[in-house]
T-cell receptor, first 114, second 110 residues
Framework: GAVVSQHPSRVICKSGTSVKIECRSLDFQATTMFWYRQFPKQSLMLMATSNEGSKATYEQGVEKDKFLINHASLTLSTLTVTSAHPEDSSFYIC??????????FGPGTRLTVT | GENVEQHPSTLSVQEGDSAVIKCTYSDSASNYFPWYKQELGKGPQLIIDIRSNVGEKKDQRIAVTLNKTAKHFSLHITETQPEDSAVYFCAGTSGSRLTFGEGTQLTVNP
């Protein structure tokens, strides 16, 4: 299957600061990427859909001004968590959409806000 | 939108036995049904998928069956091994968006 990378794999930041997470498709071009959040022992919840060169589409209840998404190229999407708070601590996972609508997931980023 | 229900939430089997996980979906327009395996602290890994134009697909010890009329699909793992222990998620589709089931924690006891 296709490979998606994320960086960093884990990050600790102080409350009120911002943190950026990168998602890269390494061996395919992902016109569409998705960002998910997963709390412990729960399923993946879609946060937003990111299309290259256009604004992201956010799911209901997700604050677009808090979770900034940029998809500037066919292989890179970034998620910036602005003014992070402890309740934003979670496992953030991105995926890239393949040619046949399959999604390939990155390894995830563990965010801890202290 | 799509609603996906997954059962059971936990499943414990002895090594060598078979495991079956079932999912139901609500959107009759869904036409793509993937299954993911997620190990602790890692991202989900696509292990098998099926599209609505077929009823069954098999890949070595893993198979998926789809009943579009009843709107349910199932994952079958035969000859389970300890390394199959993980959380398994099914998903339904609405366009390109995935809606995940709640997951099944599979434990294979040696």
């Amino acid at each position: 299957g296709a490979v998606v990378s994320q960086h960093p794999s884990r990050v600790i930041c102080k409350s009120g600061t911002s943190v950026k997470i990168e998602c890269r498709s390494l061996d395919f071009q992902a016109t569409t990427m998705f960002w998910y959040r997963q709390f412990p022992k729960q399923s993946l919840m879609l946060m937003a859909t990111s299309n290259e060169g256009s604004k992201a589409t956010y799911e209901q209840g997700v604050e677009k001004d808090k979770f900034l998404i940029n998809h500037a190229s066919l292989t890179l999407s970034t998620l910036t968590v602005t003014s992070a708070h402890p309740e934003d601590s979670s496992f953030y996972i991105c995926s890239g959409l393949g040619q046949s609508y399959e999604q390939y997931f990155g390894p995830g980023t563990r965010l801890t806000v202290t | 939108g799509e609603n996906v229900e997954q059962h059971p939430s936990t499943l414990s089997v002895q090594e060598g036995d078979s495991a079956v996980i079932k999912c139901t979906y609500s959107d009759s327009a869904s036409n793509y049904f993937p299954w993911y395996k997620q190990e602790l602290g890692k991202g989900p890994q696509l292990i098998i998928d099926i599209r609505s134009n077929v009823g069954e697909k098999k890949d070595q010890r893993i198979a998926v069956t789809l009943n579009k009329t009843a709107k349910h699909f199932s994952l079958h793992i035969t000859e389970t091994q300890p390394e199959d222990s993980a959380v398994y998620f099914c998903a339904g589709t609405s366009g390109s968006r995935l809606t995940f089931g709640e997951g099944t924690q599979l434990t294979v006891n040696p």
